[in-house]
């Protein structure tokens, strides 16, 4: 059974950079397409960007170049880095697993999430 | 880029039908996936690709997609289907991944 675990920090100060890392279990990070999913206090959900072990990424250009993911396959683990947080960033940060191949997917597996509070 | 819209909230009564629509432009022409979330816990994935259930997933949610709307059907409501429902699909000329606002179900 596939198993994701995000871990880093709960609090986060306002300009300073939020980063958080996904740590897989029961399967390889390499045959999939890894997600960021956020969730605001009481919002929707909505997706940060995909990484593919090929060095493939995709962000969502609603954050303006504000965020990075990286990928390490030694350890089966992907990463989250959003930098210049303010408090709209607040929010439930998901990791999740999409398709093996590029597109069209769903987000099978996911983290159980990792609330992170931007206050100063 | 691709908007998908959901009424906020369908109330339902046990044992009837809930019908939770998802509505964008040609939607039709996309795959529709379709999650759960109870309060406080990640999303589940109850139907992908319009109207194919992951393991597990009960017959009583099923998915239909056509023209500009796409529809989660919960057969025979029970207590336990009470929480948030989300759409999602693939925006192909951004390779954005897109979700609905989500749907409260409350069973009555």
């Known amino acids: 059974q596939v198993q994701l675990q995000e871990s880093g920090p709960g609090l986060v100060k306002p300009s300073e950079t939020l980063s958080l890392t996904c740590n897989v279990s029961?399967?390889?990070?390499?045959?999939?397409?890894w997600s960021w999913i956020r969730q605001s206090p009481g919002g929707g959900l909505e997706w940060l960007g995909y990484?593919?072990?090929?060095?493939?990424?995709k962000y969502n250009a609603s954050l303006k170049s504000r965020v990075t993911l990286s990928l390490d396959t030694s350890k089966n683990q992907f990463s989250l880095k959003l930098k210049s947080v303010t408090a709209a960033d607040t929010a439930v940060y998901f990791c999740?697993?999409?398709?093996?191949?590029?597109?069209?997917?769903?987000?099978?597996?996911w983290g159980q999430g990792s609330l992170v509070s931007v206050s100063s | 880029s691709y908007v998908v819209t959901q009424p906020p909230s369908v109330s339902v009564a046990p044992g009837e039908t809930a019908r939770i629509p998802c509505g964008g432009s040609d939607i039709g022409s996309k795959s529709v996936h379709w999650y759960q979330q109870n309060p406080g816990q990640a999303p589940v994935l109850v139907i992908h690709y319009d109207n194919d259930r992951p393991s597990g997933i009960p017959e009583r949610f099923s998915g239909s997609n056509f023209g500009n709307t796409a529809t989660l059907t919960i057969s025979r409501v029970e207590a336990g289907d009470e929480a948030d429902y989300y759409c999602?699909?693939?925006?192909?000329?951004?390779?954005?991944?897109?979700f609905g606002s989500g749907t409260k179900v409350t069973v009555l």
């Open positions: 029961g399967d390889s990070i390499i045959y999939y397409y």
């Open positions: 999740a697993r999409g398709g093996r191949r590029y597109g069209d997917y769903s987000f099978d597996f």
């Open positions: 999602q699909v693939w925006d192909t000329p951004t390779n954005h991944y897109v």
């Open positions: 990484i593919h072990y090929s060095g493939s990424t």
